[in-house]
């Protein structure tokens, strides 16, 4: 599993760029991988405006626009060598209210991110995904399935030396917008966090390893796959004692589209993955390149699922506290 890329000649464009993975994104790419130039592609003019003021000086372009514009993508991707798509409307309940929302943009804007690619010829796209496309029952996993899906099988739409798409699908990040972090360090100061099921158990990790994770997979990638980092899980009665030991916990019951446990990868995926050390591959279904091929890696053992309640890693009170900054 060899890298071998060279960022000092590469332009870099990040769509939610100015999102939670997008400002962690920029800011370890300039501290350690100084890329030809940096390009944040965001809706956001404020937060644009936040980040110039925060990276003064540094090498990096701003593109106002959304990824449901095809024609404002095309000039964005104008010279682009790798894409990392972090885009996406990721409100579990608030999609479940807007279901068309949900749909443009992370379906429809998928697929305006990949034929822009395409058809700029840009080298790399990573698709960011989550835990929530493995047997979605939220629209937001659906959405992110059917992202996942149109990414991997463009690979055969841009052909055999066009543009190169791969995913990367991971679980809950500590601290990101909309999570339950921040929620319970809030609630702390009321002496009563909320919880919606005492059974329940996430994958965990921080912004900074999922940016980490995904700039290696950008390295490592043929096209077609979908990259699963190996990463602890922990039951969230476990997360508010470790956050707030001193406080009661009020059950209000699962929200729609929410899942007890969490799954990474599936039996079937299993059949056409292959275990690393710190990471599983799974090859896609329809070979698309005759150099994608994972021959180092472990075949994973007939009817093996990787779940957040069946995992073999689990976080410690205080390696949480430490994620989370939160001693």
Request: with cysteine; hydrophobic share 40%.
């Amino acid at each position: 599993m060899g890298y071998g890329m060279d960022w000092s000649k590469q332009t870099v464009l990040v769509t939610g760029g100015t999102g939670s993975f997008g400002q962690k994104f920029v800011e370890v790419m300039l501290k350690d991988y100084r890329p030809k130039k940096l390009i944040i592609f965001s809706r956001d003019e404020h937060k644009q405006s936040e980040m110039r003021e925060r990276f003064p000086g540094m090498e990096l372009r701003f593109f106002l626009g959304d990824v449901r514009d095809l024609n404002r993508l095309l000039r964005a991707f104008a010279g682009v060598d790798v894409v990392i798509h972090a885009a996406a409307l990721k409100q579990i309940p608030t999609l479940e209210y807007n279901p068309f929302e949900a749909v443009k943009t992370n379906i429809l804007g998928t697929q305006n991110v990949v034929e822009a690619a395409v058809e700029r010829k840009a080298c790399k796209v990573v698709m960011i995904s989550t835990d929530k496309a493995v047997n979605p029952i939220s629209l937001y996993g659906a959405t992110k399935l059917c992202a996942e899906k149109i990414s991997v099988d463009a690979n055969a739409y841009a052909g055999l030396d066009g543009t190169k798409i791969s995913c990367v699908r991971y679980g809950n990040v500590v601290g990101s917008r909309g999570s339950v972090v921040p929620l319970f360090l809030d609630q702390r100061k009321s002496g009563t966090l909320t919880i919606t099921d005492k059974r329940m158990t996430r994958f965990w990790m921080t912004i900074e390893q999922g940016v980490r994770f995904v700039i290696r997979c950008a390295e490592l990638m043929h096209g077609g796959e979908i990259f699963v980092p190996k990463i602890p899980s922990m039951r969230i009665t476990d997360l508010a004692q470790a956050l707030a030991p001193a406080c009661k916990l009020k059950v209000t019951g699962v929200r729609p589209g929410e899942k007890l446990h969490e799954v990474l990868l599936t039996e079937d995926e299993a059949r056409r993955a292959k275990a690393f050390d710190d990471l599983f591959v799974i090859e896609p279904e329809y070979m698309f390149r005759d150099e994608q091929r994972w021959k180092d890696g472990k075949q994973l053992a007939d009817g093996f699922r990787y779940t957040s309640d069946e995992n073999d890693a689990w976080l410690t009170p205080e390696t949480l506290r430490k994620m989370a900054n939160a001693e």
